[in-house]
């Protein structure tokens, strides 16, 4: 048995990364989307949870540098860089909503894309370290991408990110679209990274599963941070019960549906529509 065999998800830099971010603002020319938010992403698993159209594409975007920010970003105290491709050398890494994939390319072929900063022997040997960590992907390794299924190509865009060995792996929407298994499959697979030593933040709408594998999270809502905390307390927190999971939901509850949720709840007047700073998670 091959070493890498026994260490799986050992590409990231051995040291934890940590995203500070301080008043952040940006959004697409005079449209503000994100106001001054301010978070952290600590090693481990982050994840940021929110309805469609609270801004979570957006902030991702935004600490790629893809459109531009205000306020300060900080990757183990250094300023995370405006531009995208520098932003990459960092050690950051985005796996976009979509995908992405070269779907006429075998899946051998976008693995060795993702690597395309890395040294030619480097690359080889990251190949195998990221095909022993997605043994799925090994069988797989000559099929076009594009005839893969929804999770299949989910599983390839995130072995391809892993490519780079990031510090700092960024997540939008992996389970979008998924049948619940895969779900599981591609929520357990970013719990292993996060263990393996590479720092992920994560977008989602699968609020339940999502805070099952997180260590952490933030609730962002029409642009603003409006609850955080650990994941467990999170979970139980009255801003997550009340609206976001409700009486009974089931594991699919999205955050969409809870905002449909929270509507009714405040104008029921059961829910206020604020915070309270009693919730186990802290209001932002
Ligand atoms: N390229 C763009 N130009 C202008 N406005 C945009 C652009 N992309 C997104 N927006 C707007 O920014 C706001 C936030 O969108 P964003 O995609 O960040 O939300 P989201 O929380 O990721 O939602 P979803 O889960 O639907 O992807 C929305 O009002 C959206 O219409």
Redesign the pocket.
Known sequence: MMWWRDTPFVLGDAKRAHLQVQGLSAG?GA?L?LRDLRFEVKPGLTVIL??????????LKALMGLIPRQGLALLDGEELPDKTHEVVRGGVTLVA?GRQLFPQMTVLENLELGGWLVPKAERAHRIEQVLADFPKLRERAQQLAGTMSGGEQQMVAVARAMMSAPRLLMLD?PSLGLAPRMVDELLTIARRIADAGTTVLM?E?NVKKALAVADRGYV?ERGVLVASGPARLLERSNVIREAYLGAGAADQTTASDAVQRRKTLANSGTHSGTHSAADAAAPV
């Open positions: 697409y449209f989307v929110g309805p469609n159209g609270a801004g979570k594409t957006t902030l909503e929407e977008v709408q962002l």
